[in-house]
């Protein structure tokens, strides 16, 4: 049988993941940006071939951004949007107009850039690393689509973190809190510090709400730079907020004026928040405020009514309902459990959770355990895993041996849990649901053995 186009360039994909996830990743991380800055001078400089936004925080940068670039593309702006990690294909992190680029254009792009990868690993003693080649392959498809302009979201930090060679004219900072410890530092204010580094001379910096141990540090550095400052709470934020049939109704202070009737198809406090940082930046994008007023409310609640992030809060079966949440740190979990109790009605919860080695597993057990009637503690599939049996002897002494049950695989992990939530009397089975949490990848993977919804953008 004669091999199609799509399955060619499926195969060559899956060569080049090989290639480049064999490298040193993501949770190994050199904190410099200087040979991804030699491998964007090599190329040309593609990022500097189209406007920016460029995103920081501990918690929201990826919803936020999948907003932003809702939103410019509801003007009529052609986007390009970087976010990382993925929850089931490598290509969902390079989006163009809301969709995530094809096998080819992937393949194609990293077959022009391995010559000049391999220029730099022979003179650097330390090789390219996984996301320093995905970056350089996400600026340079979008200086070859053309789009007019890229939302891009950190990896990890700010100033040293491989996104940083851009310039752009808008810093978007979610909120802050504790992760990543051994690469950004221990206190709020170390952290801070690092990520006000995508605050450039003369941008807009949009600051969501922060710990007052973050806030002086990302003025200080606007200010150091000459750059301008919106803040929520008080040039823009939520002004109200109801729970709706799937999601939240919003009256929203902007930049340049009050948006009202503006519906979020997504769950939870923290949700609004990120669709005031959204909306913010923009405004800022398009010199809304002042003089010129707001944005054209029929748009942005166009675009707000379209929003979708996957692996966020996400019911993705029922009969029990089946919720993914991707949050893996304290602060990220806190607010997952708050909109798990404001939007759904559960009688009875049963958690599964994997959670990474360097994440802070006790912290998150212990916040679950009030929440959860029972836990099913398993792993994902990267050796960066806490394993099971190791997260099982966490958990044991929180929740007590009879409320724990431990299933190293996935699948069998998400089995259980379904049995369990089922193993309820009759009366309360139509309010038992299981929550996957802990981990963004283990997340990915759980959506993938469940059959993720197949709606357009979803995988973006």
Known sequence: MAVTEKQKYAQELREVEQAIFGRRGEGHVNPTNERMQALVDVLGDPQRAYRSIHLTGTNGKTTTARMIDQLL????????????????RV??????????????????????????????????DTPLSFFEIVTALAYSIFADAPVDVAVVEVGMGGT???????????AVVTPIGIDHTQYLGNTVEQIASEKAGIIKPDSVAILAAQPNEAAPVLVQRAVEVDATVAREGMEFGVLEREIAVGGQLLRLQGLGGVYDEVFLPLFGAHQAQNAS??????????????????????????????????????????????????????????ATLAAVGESFDFRRLVGVLAVMADKDATSIVELLEPAVDEIVVT????????????????????FGADRVTVEPRLDDALEAAVRLAEDTPDEIVSGAGVLVTGSVLA?????????????????A
Do not use: C, K, M
Request: overall charge negative; cysteine-free; charged content about 25%.
């Open 379 to 398: 792993e994902a599939s990267s050796t960066r895993s806490l394993p099971a049996d190791d997260l099982a002897a966490i958990a044991v002494p929180v």
């Open 443 to 459: 997340v990915g993977e759980a959506r993938t053995l469940l059959g993720g919804p197949a709606r357009p953008g979803d995988t």
């Open 277 to 334: 940082v959204a909306l913010a930046a923009v405004e800022a994008f398009f010199g809304a405020g002042g003089q010129t007023g707001a944005l054209d409310i029929e748009v942005v609640r166009e675009a707000f009514a379209q929003v979708r992030s996957p692996g966020r809060l996400e019911a993705i079966r029922s009969a029990p309902t089946i919720l993914l949440d991707a949050a893996h740190n304290p602060a990220g979990l806190t």
């Open 91 to 124: 290509t969902e992190r390079i989006v163009i107009d809301g969709e995530p680029v094809s096998d080819r254009t992937f393949v194609e792009a990293y077959r022009e850039l391995e010559p000049y990868v391999e220029l730099l690993d022979a003179r650097s």
């Open 73 to 88: 593309r509801g003007f009529g702006i052609r986007t390009g949007r970087y976010t990382s990690p993925h929850l089931e």
């Open 160 to 170: 040293w973190d491989n996104t940083n060679v851009i310039d752009a004219e808008i």
